[in-house]
């Protein structure tokens, strides 16, 4: 059975910053692309950024040069450093996997879904 269980989630001021992480059980992590996704309320869920089971990274252009996207594959989680955060980036977090990913930010490519952890910052 896979699980993602994301944690780190939390109220911040703008130019803060939180690390996210997502642990991940019930399938060979090491085969999977992992994503970051948010979701505002009345928004769709954009992706956020992304890796390949090779360590290839993608970025919503909106969030390079602030977040980071890394992986620990021998603890089979995933991690999202962001900093200098703005009250845009106010949103439920999610992380995901996929077996086979073509748009890394792509919501729809992703099989498996945590339950998300709130960000919320403050201006």
């Known amino acids: 059975q896979v699980q993602l269980a994301e944690s780190g989630g939390g109220s911040v001021q703008s130019g803060g910053s939180l690390r996210l992480s997502c642990a991940a059980s019930?399938?060979?992590?090491?085969?999977?692309?992992m994503g970051w996704f948010r979701q505002a309320p009345g928004e769709e869920r954009e992706g956020v950024a992304a890796i390949t089971s090779d360590g290839t990274t993608s970025y919503a252009d909106s969030v390079k040069g602030r977040f980071t996207i890394s992986q620990d594959n021998a603890k089979n989680t995933l991690y999202l450093q962001m900093n200098s955060l703005k009250p845009e980036d106010t949103a439920m977090y999610y992380c995901a996997a996929g077996r086979w990913v073509g748009l890394l930010l792509g919501a729809y490519e992703y099989n498996y879904w945590g339950q998300g952890t709130q960000v919320t910052v403050s201006s």
């Open positions: 019930g399938y060979t992590y090491s085969s999977y692309c």
